[in-house]
């Protein structure tokens, strides 16, 4: 069974910092782009960052500078390491494994999503 389980959300003041976790099954994971995505409230789910199985990064503009992806092959784990964080990422993020894409639908397999919120 494949599964992506997202982990390390919760509530942080702005400027503050959080580091999500993704754990995925083998199946998941090897030789897939993982890509982090997240969805406010009556927004369309947005693309975050995506790191391919040899590691290479992709961000968003809006996170650029601030947020960090990385991966453990062994361990079948993503992180999203984010600092600065303001207000408007308050969202709930969604760990996927797919193509090396910015786009949702290049992505096959999704995790059940953690709610980040940033007070200002």
């Known amino acids: 069974q494949v599964q992506l389980v997202e982990s390390g959300g919760g509530l942080v003041q702005a400027g503050g910092s959080l580091r999500l976790s993704c754990a995925a099954s083998?199946?998941?994971?090897?030789?897939?782009?993982m890509g982090w995505f997240r969805q406010a409230p009556g927004k369309e789910r947005e693309f975050v960052a995506t790191?391919?199985?040899?590691?290479?990064?992709f961000y968003a503009d809006s996170v650029k500078g601030r947020f960090t992806i990385s991966r453990d092959n062994p361990k079948n784990t993503v992180h999203l390491q984010m600092n600065s964080l303001k207000p408007e990422d308050t969202a709930v993020y969604y760990c996927?494994?797919?193509?090396?894409?910015?786009?949702?639908?290049?992505?096959?397999?999704w995790g059940q999503g953690t709610q980040v919120t940033v007070s200002s």
């Open positions: 790191i391919s199985w040899n590691g290479s990064t």
């Open positions: 083998g199946r998941a994971f090897i030789n897939n782009a």
């Open positions: 996927a494994a797919g193509m090396y894409s910015r786009r949702p639908g290049h992505y096959d397999y």
